[in-house]
């Protein structure tokens, strides 16, 4: 099985308005840090998945803190997960409500249809919103984190407001240097890391069923290893051959066609 990833992310994206708790960037970060990734892919969710530890695919380093001692903070904490009502989503909303219950942080789950829950991210009306969204496009991501963006139909759900990350944000849509672009991509995971408005969950993968691993060793550099949507899958496909040889325009080669049955 060769995997690619899509580019839909999905995330517990936390409304700071709503919940005093979650206002606190070391809260954030704690809860963060209870989520066991690898245990979520492998046991609930499966091989058309992977982890996501950032929010862009850059060289950035996951920001880590020291939680000792914070369940004394969190005791009795209550917080509201909302989601939509799909066999996926619940199973996932379940086995995270049991990472933070198991460190004393009470956890409930609210299910909707998808017209209810487009009308809850709307208005803003949640505390934790576990969602996939789609970022095709680095500019894309000025409207998912801008502050301008904070209300619909503007998709920083989060209510997160920065003045650095907005400066960053202007710069990027505009920049066409390669290394500039790609620095300011930096700059701007460094703080979404360390400030964590959200935390990056789980994206989809694209999953080739490859016959043999000769087929797929000659294939796997000749697929992007990001793919924008489905609709690529079969990107340069035209370059997808073992064997090549030159024929006549009007007729089969017998030999080409013996070498490829083979």
């Not at 954030?28 to 695919?57: Q, T």
């Not at 290893?225 to 073992?242: P, V």
């Amino acid at each position: 099985i060769l995997k690619k990833d899509l580019p839909n992310i999905y995330m517990l994206s936390f409304n700071i308005n709503k919940n005093t708790f979650l206002a606190s960037k070391e809260n954030r970060l704690f809860l963060n840090n209870l989520i066991n990734k690898d245990d979520l892919i492998n046991n609930v969710l499966g091989n058309y998945y992977s982890k996501e530890d950032v929010f862009l695919p850059t060289d950035t380093n996951k920001y880590y803190i020291n939680t000792e001692g914070k369940k004394d903070i969190i005791k009795n904490t209550e917080i509201n997960i909302s989601t939509i009502d799909t066999n996926e989503t619940k199973k996932v909303a379940e086995k995270i409500k049991e990472y933070f219950e198991n460190n004393g942080i009470i956890t409930n789950i609210n299910l909707y249809s998808i017209n209810d829950l487009n009308d809850i991210i709307k208005n803003r009306n949640f505390e934790i919103l576990l969602y996939g969204s789609i970022i095709e496009k680095d500019i894309g991501l000025y409207s998912f984190w801008h502050s301008s963006q904070r209300t619909a139909p503007g998709m920083n759900i989060t209510n997160y407001v920065s003045k650095k990350l907005d400066e960053n944000l202007i710069l990027l849509k505009d920049e066409v240097n390669k290394e500039k672009r790609k620095q300011l991509l930096i700059n701007i995971e460094e703080e979404l890391l360390k400030e964590m408005p959200a935390i990056p969950l789980y994206s989809s993968n694209f999953n080739y069923i490859i016959k043999t691993k000769n087929i797929l060793n000659e294939i796997e550099n000749k697929i992007p290893e990001k793919l924008d949507n489905k609709s690529e899958r079969f990107i340069n496909i035209n370059e997808w051959y073992k064997k090549e040889e030159s024929v006549w325009s009007f007729s089969y080669n017998k030999k080409l066609i013996e070498k490829l049955s083979n």
